[in-house]
């Protein structure tokens, strides 16, 4: 089992940024892609950004490329998402996920909800106009 808590969300004004972080607890040990996925209101849980544990791949929704950017820290267990530039549009719920089986390691396999076993509780983040 792992456990991942995010942290980091707020109120932002358009433009701003925001870093959240997602500290992963259990057994870390067997964590392969980790993903950022969020929720707007209304609307179904999108992919955001994914990355393998050594961090050597990435992968972006094409919306929030060259804004945001996914690390990791695999001496602190943890998973960081820097929003930069923020828009009205990135409000939404933010999750943090993994899975515990290696992938195909594409952008297809990173971006499916279905691929991930383990998810955070979210955080909340509001952009204003």
């Known amino acids: 089992q792992v456990q991942l808590i995010e942290s980091g969300g707020g109120l932002v004004q358009a433009g701003g940024s925001l870093r959240l972080s997602c500290a992963a607890s259990?057994?870390?040990?067997?964590?392969?892609?980790m993903g950022w996925f969020r929720q707007a209101s209304g609307k179904e849980r999108e992919f955001v950004a994914a990355?393998?544990?050594?961090?050597?791949?990435?992968f972006y929704l094409d919306s929030v490329k060259g804004r945001f950017t996914v690390s990791t820290d695999t001496t602190k267990n943890t998973l960081s998402l820097q929003m930069n530039s923020l828009k009205p549009e990135d409000t939404a719920v933010y999750y943090c996920?993994?899975?515990?089986?290696?992938?195909?390691?594409?952008?297809?396999?990173?971006?499916?909800?279905?691929?991930?076993?383990?998810w955070g509780q979210g955080t909340q983040v509001t952009v204003s106009y």
């Open positions: 996920a993994t899975n515990s089986r290696s992938g195909s390691g594409t952008y297809r396999y990173a971006s499916n909800l279905g691929n991930y076993d383990y």
């Open positions: 990355i393998n544990w050594g961090g050597a791949t990435t």
């Open positions: 259990g057994r870390t040990s067997r964590m392969y892609t």
